[in-house]
């Protein structure tokens, strides 16, 4: 009864939502791995989608043109863009809240057109007057989803994404009247978008927790980290319902720098069925879907991971799981994809790679690819494999013990690449329909002598 109380007293939740914090807290504290399921698709949240989404993968910087210009020109463009703030994923919500006011004043939208919708859980420290952890219930307040009914965007800023989810939607799943007036917004061909937790939110499907180790189970350490931290090495992989804007599939984010390919891969096998496709959103960098044309383009310093699991073939359990045949694609700045056809349109100054590859390298350390030692998965598949003129595939693995998972990037013969080299002399690669393969091994260390 004692956290009871002390969550009641915390947080301001209805009796279900309470409960539905009391059960996340248990389930972030088990060793197992988990999948929150209550109500998983929203129903009737979503009519016809007509707006567009700007999903960014976290740290974004505020020098990254390229993204807020599309920002704005997506919200009506500078001088008309009316911004809709929600700051339920922050520890510290108002002071999120003024963050993002300020950049986009900087980048010219007037300051009566950018809205707080306080909605929180958390009390901001930095807010003397107020307590901004009883704004949890005010999902269902008429007036504050009001202030989203002149709106042109709604922004969805960091923190941690099982805020969202538990202020917005009620304990059966169904939406709140915030949630049904950010719905509007889209419908009405607006914008919706978020960095970080704000991203992880859009799919049907949404990642809560976990590592790649952790979604694997080849890492002893099982502790976790409080709300809005960075995961320990071996935390359990959580899923939960998304809030579904981004239909095509999960979105991860902060991909390739906290290595997540194995955790992304992980949910794309534990719920194929709801989500068959998967993206992975890289830090500085923004996925931006056009629903009226059901197609994606990418802006921003790094990359974007598209997987498709339609063909995979799955055997096992993990830390046993084999999966074969899960197909991907990696996409930068300038690139395209249509989704009703999986088709990739790459940036028009790349040229193809096949018969042109410029680097002869050897089969880097198999190092494995679910932490972050280099070299890094975008490494392996780019330089190490697709302008290589040597490899057909690579392997890394990773273990725990005598249990590994061994990846195996490959090429097939539908595999295209492209290549640029860019102002500063980095590379930039477009990669289509490329196979990866995760196989269980045992591992055998014997002295030599």
């Known amino acids: 009864m004692r956290n009871h109380l002390k969550i ?13 914090q009391l059960i996340y807290g248990k389930m972030k504290h088990s060793g197992l791995f988990l999948f929150v399921m209550y109500g998983l698709l929203i129903p009737g949240v979503l009519a016809q989608q007509k707006g567009s989404l700007l999903i960014a993968g976290g740290a974004l910087k505020s020098d990254n043109k390229a993204v807020y ?54 009390d901001d420290k930095s807010t003397e007057f107020a307590d901004e952890s009883k704004w949890a219930g005010n999902a269902e307040d008429k007036r504050v989803a009001g202030i989203l009914k002149t709106c042109t965007a709604v922004w969805f800023t960091g923190g941690d994404q099982m805020r969202v989810l538990m202020t917005l939607t009620r304990a059966d799943g169904s939406p709140t009247q915030v949630l049904k007036a950010v719905n509007d917004v889209y419908t009405r061909g607006g914008m919706i978008g978020g960095s970080s937790a704000g991203a992880a939110i859009m799919g049907p499907v949404m990642i809560a927790g976990g590592s790649s180790l952790g979604a694997f189970g080849l ?36 991909f390739n720098q906290r290595a997540r390919l194995g955790r992304l891969c992980m949910a794309l096998a534990q719920s194929r069925d709801k989500a068959p496709f998967g993206v992975g959103v890289d830090e500085n960098t923004a996925l931006i879907y056009y629903a009226a044309e ?33 197909k991907f694609s990696y996409l930068e700045h300038g690139d395209e994809m249509n989704l009703s056809d999986m088709k990739v349109t790459p940036a028009v100054h790349r040229f193809p790679i096949h018969g042109n590859e410029e680097y002869e390298l050897m089969a ?4 494995g690819l679910f932490d972050t030692d280099a070299p890094d998965f975008r490494e392996l598949a780019t330089r190490y494999l697709a302008n290589n003129k040597l490899l057909s595939e690579i392997r890394s693995t990773g273990f ?3 249990i590994g998972i061994t990846v195996v990037i490959s090429k097939t013969l539908q595999s295209r690449a492209y290549v640029s080299t860019g102002e500063n002399g980095k590379k930039k690669y477009t990669l289509e329909n490329f196979r990866l393969d995760f196989e269980p091994v045992e591992i055998a260390i014997r002295p030599v002598y």
């Open 294 to 326: 059901n197609k994606i383009q990418v802006i921003g310093e790094n990359g974007l991971t598209i997987l498709n699991a339609e063909e995979v073939q799955i055997n096992g359990a993990a830390p046993r799981l084999k999966i074969a045949n899960l």
């Open 69 to 122: 210009e599309k920002m704005l020109e997506l919200a009506g463009g500078a001088e008309r863009a009316v911004f809709g703030v929600i700051p339920a994923a922050g520890g510290a919500p108002v002071s999120s809240f003024e963050s993002f006011k300020e950049l986009l004043i900087g980048y010219g939208v007037k300051a009566e057109n950018i809205h707080l919708v306080n909605v929180a859980m958390m």
């Open 8 to 20: 009641t007293l915390l947080f301001n939740l209805s009796p279900e939502l309470v409960f539905l």
């Open 219 to 254: 890492s002893a350490d099982t502790t976790v980290s409080g709300p809005g931290g960075e995961n320990s090495a071996g935390e359990p992989l959580l899923l939960s319902q998304g809030l579904d804007f981004f239909r095509f599939g999960i979105v991860d984010q902060h």
């Open 400 to 402: 725990n013990g005598t």
């Open 364 to 367: 880097p350390p198999r190092s």
